[in-house]
């Protein structure tokens, strides 16, 4: 039996006054501080268009954000297929092995990536021991060592969605597809691909937006000139006391990436992105 | 690496582990840390007298055979080692060769230093 029409948007309502509370009302002061710290003006905005460090960091957080997102892809598409594939033991230990670093402090996991990748790291020492390289390659304190932390921490987001989809995708569709002629190649490419494409996009979506506000990661690992947005507006807010600006920069990199959601939810169609294809 | 900035007291611990790392104190930054008592606080005549009591020589050399940071009494060289007294910052031999922070002009102009700052390393 179907409920009456009012019990279900009432179950609406829980979440609606957190996301009011904790999502809707601070935007809203972000907005309001940006326009009128001290008193109202586009003061804020016209400084961040004014400087080209402002400009350069936007560039660099897009960059690395993007960067990020298709490594985790490669990484990750491979892995969800085999996560769904494989068997039960199998994939119940891939999971775990997944899951757990989730379960660490990102602060932590980024230290642990100093003492691999360092000039003395694990990686670096066991590289010369084995005589493959002659000095210490450059893995810390630049963008490689930004895309690996952050690959890192945000591939189990890539991987769980996809993962997710493919579960629901009957594997004998392949078997099909060649019985009809297909060769394993467009197997995959015509029937496979296409089917879990709604994860894939779902996966790229929640890596790239977590991506563009990072902080610790960069700011450990990153050298002179990865700096990314939130490590600016940290310097505004908590040693500047600057709210105004770092407001101003929190509502630009807001609405750019609404933007961006927006223009992508619009090219590859609403319902494929956020629905699975059954 | 050729050089870098420092807390001078990180260099001793380096030192003391075998890094082969020197200290150049010229045009150095010579600052402080303060005690501040918020107004209207309640126990503020404790307070003041636990800041007359660790400005005192004794208890500023103490500090120093911890770590080797600078005493802002002068009076408590007295009480310290001849060689531990002439790595302070605030050996008067090492403190003439630097500068001291102004707060105040620093409270001032931070935001354009940083932004300017910021400028340089991204370029």
Redesign the interface.
């Known amino acids: 039996m179907r409920p009456p029409r009012w019990t279900s948007e009432l179950l609406l309502v829980p979440a609606l006054v957190w996301l009011g509370i904790f999502f809707v009302y601070p935007i809203g002061r972000l907005f309001y501080a940006s326009l009128f710290t001290p008193a109202f003006s586009l003061g804020n905005y016209a400084k961040l268009a004014g400087s080209p460090v402002y400009l350069k960091v936007f560039v660099n957080t897009f960059e690395i954000s993007v960067t990020v997102t298709l490594v985790t892809l490669v990484l990750g598409y491979p892995l969800a297929f085999l996560l769904a594939t494989a068997g039960r033991r199998a994939s119940g230990l891939m999971l775990v092995a997944i899951i757990l670093p989730l379960w660490t402090s990102v602060l932590v996991r980024t230290y642990a990536w100093m003492v691999l990748l360092g000039r003395r790291g694990l990686v670096n020492e066991g590289l010369q021991g084995l005589g493959l390289t002659d000095s210490p390659l450059p893995l810390l304190y630049n963008r490689l060592g930004v895309t690996i932390g952050m690959v890192h921490v945000l591939l189990p987001f890539m991987v769980l969605p996809i993962y997710s989809v493919m579960k629901g995708i009957d594997v004998e569709l392949l078997k099909a597809a060649q019985n009809l002629g297909a060769n394993r190649r467009q197997a995959f490419l015509r029937v496979y691909l296409p089917l879990s494409l709604s994860g894939l996009a779902t996966g790229c979506l929640v890596v790239f937006v977590t991506a563009l506000g990072f902080f610790v990661t960069p700011a450990l690992l990153g050298g002179r000139g990865d700096m990314m947005i939130a490590m600016l507006i940290d310097v505004q807010v908590s040693q500047l006391l600057d709210w105004g600006l770092g407001s101003a920069l929190a509502v630009v990199l807001f609405a750019v990436t609404a933007a961006i959601l927006l223009a992508v939810q619009r090219l590859s169609g609403a319902e494929r992105m956020w629905v699975r294809v059954p | 690496m050729e050089l870098a900035t420092s807390w001078n007291g990180r260099i001793y611990a380096i030192q003391k582990q075998g890094a082969r790392a020197g200290l150049e104190w010229n045009q150095g930054k010579l600052q402080w840390d303060s005690w501040v008592i918020p107004r209207g606080s309640k126990n503020k005549d404790g307070a003041m007298k636990f800041i007359a009591w660790s400005t005192q020589p004794k208890p500023q050399a103490a500090i120093v055979n911890e770590i080797p940071y600078g005493p802002v009494n002068q009076r408590a060289f007295e009480f310290i080692g001849a060689q531990a007294a002439r790595d302070m910052p605030t050996a008067p031999d090492n403190a003439k060769r630097q500068v001291m922070v102004d707060p105040v002009w620093w409270g001032e102009h ?2 354009v230093l ?2 300017r700052w ?2 340089w ?2 370029k």
């Open positions: 931070r935001n940083v932004e910021n400028a390393l991204l």
